[in-house]
């Protein structure tokens, strides 16, 4: 039987189900389409509407998951990752534990090729942006126990050498 699947379930739907943990890695410099950081950049505040992600990140949280997120930047960092950091005090609010690792350190990782989430080290849902970070439709996810392993792997060694959002500067 194969383990593997493309489509459903959706991010909001797993975080929703899990019971222990989710894990969230970003990899990317840029995600599009992006209103917050477009309206950062003409010299408003940025910020956006997420109570939806917050009300399911606290849901989950109240539930005693574990919410961490990981980010993998260039340096020096790019406009949308100086906007993204400081936006991430909604994430921090919500109940996600949040840090950030420069690319540099990150060079001798064996790291997947597409941002991911986690949930209970048992399903990886791989999310996936075109050349320009726009999202593409539809997800690839896997419970294959040998894949997930090594997913568990690669974010936990993202996360030892990753600073802590309050510490990391841009």
């Known amino acids: 039987m194969a383990r593997d699947r ?4 959706t991010v909001r739907n797993l975080l929703a189900r899990a019971t222990r943990s989710a894990v969230h890695l970003e990899m990317r410099d840029l995600y599009k389409p992006s209103p917050g950081f ?20 606290q849901d989950a949280v109240g539930r005693g998951v574990r919410v961490r997120r990981a980010r993998v930047v260039s340096e020096p960092v790019s406009d949308y990752t100086r906007w993204l950091h400081l936006v991430t005090d909604v ?7 949040v840090r950030w690792l420069p690319r540099r350190k990150a ?33 690839e996810y896997t419970s294959d126990p040998c894949h997930v392993a090594q ?6 060694q993202v996360w030892e050498r990753a600073t802590p959002h309050d510490e990391f500067t841009v």
């Open 6 to 9: 493309h489509g459903e379930p």
């Open 38 to 57: 477009a309206d950062w950049m003409a010299g408003g505040d940025g910020r956006t509407d997420r109570s939806s992600w917050v009300a399911v990140v």
């Open 91 to 97: 994430n921090l609010k919500a109940g996600e534990d």
């Open 107 to 139: 060079f001798d990782l064996m790291l997947p090729g597409a941002d991911l989430w986690m949930f209970d080290q048992r399903v990886v849902l791989y999310n996936f942006n075109d050349g320009d970070g726009e999202h593409v439709p539809g997800y």
């Open 151 to 156: 997913v568990v792997a690669a974010f936990e």
